[in-house]
């Protein structure tokens, strides 16, 4: 990597991690591909103090978070394209109790599949980047709760088929007119590519087609951490700086 490569992802590091004062007008070309280096440092940071910490080294959990974030790295760490078969692959080497987490990076989401049985799983989700709207209408820090929704379902066999694994990376790679942002100008509905996607193809017609209606033990389902988003926009060019999500 050159020195120009080097500066290029520092200033992309402090933008989006340190957060100065003075903040880009406008996102760049170059984001998603540094938004992989920044996935690929987490797993670094990640594995050292896996390694370098007994205490941490011995925890179940921690361990499982490494896993976590390896496999991620593997699926996205290298790519800003989802590859099905990758994905097909990891989802299914998956045991239970274990996590995958995608970024479904056209649909605005973060989804997590957690097998729990042979034919049971607990997926989560939630919103990557808020709305325009959101974030500019309030001078105070926004609090969300993670993940904002999380299901059973008995459709293991689904989410591990073919079919599923191409259907996660359509979703992941193409933008669809579903989830564009939209504004109401002269009387009529315009796509709107300074905001971000909606994320009602994953919360809405996934999570709706894979629910199970006939299980109520919620005390497995995840326990929920609030987190304050640090979500900044600065709408002077056609597509608006944006901290990564």
């Avoid at 020195?3 to 991690?17: C, D, M, R, T």
């Avoid at 896996?50 to 996205?76: C, R, V």
């Avoid at 080497?93 to 729990?116: D, E, F, G, H, M």
């Amino acid at each position: 990597m050159n020195k120009s490569s080097e500066k290029e992802i520092l200033i992309y590091l402090i933008n989006h991690v340190v957060f100065p004062i003075k903040l880009p007008k406008e996102s760049t070309s170059k984001d998603v591909e540094n938004e992989i280096i920044f996935l690929k440092i987490i797993k670094n940071v990640i594995e050292n103090l896996h390694d370098q910490n007994k205490i941490l080294k011995n925890s179940a959990e921690f361990n499982k978070i490494t896993d976590m974030i390896i496999q991620w790295t593997s699926l996205q760490g290298y790519s800003a394209k989802l590859d099905k078969h990758k994905y097909f692959d990891s989802i299914n080497a998956l045991k239970n109790n274990q996590s995958l987490t995608i970024y479904v990076r056209s649909q605005n989401s973060c989804l997590t599949v957690k097998p729990i049985s042979n034919d049971e799983a607990i997926l989560s989700m939630f919103q990557v980047s808020l709305e325009n709207e959101k974030v500019m209408s309030t001078e105070n820090d926004i609090e969300i709760s993670y993940p904002t929704r999380s299901i059973f379902t008995n459709k293991l066999d689904e989410i591990r088929s073919e079919d599923f694994s191409q259907l996660i990376a359509d979703l992941t790679n193409t933008k669809y007119d579903e989830s564009n942002a939209t504004s109401f100008k002269a009387g009529e509905n315009h796509i709107e590519i300074r905001d971000v996607p909606n994320t009602k193809l994953i919360s809405e017609y996934i999570f709706s087609y894979l629910v199970s209606n006939t299980r109520n033990d919620f005390d497995r389902l995840p326990s929920k951490i609030t987190k304050k988003y640090r979500d900044n926009i600065i709408i002077s060019q056609l597509l608006p700086f944006r901290r990564s999500g």
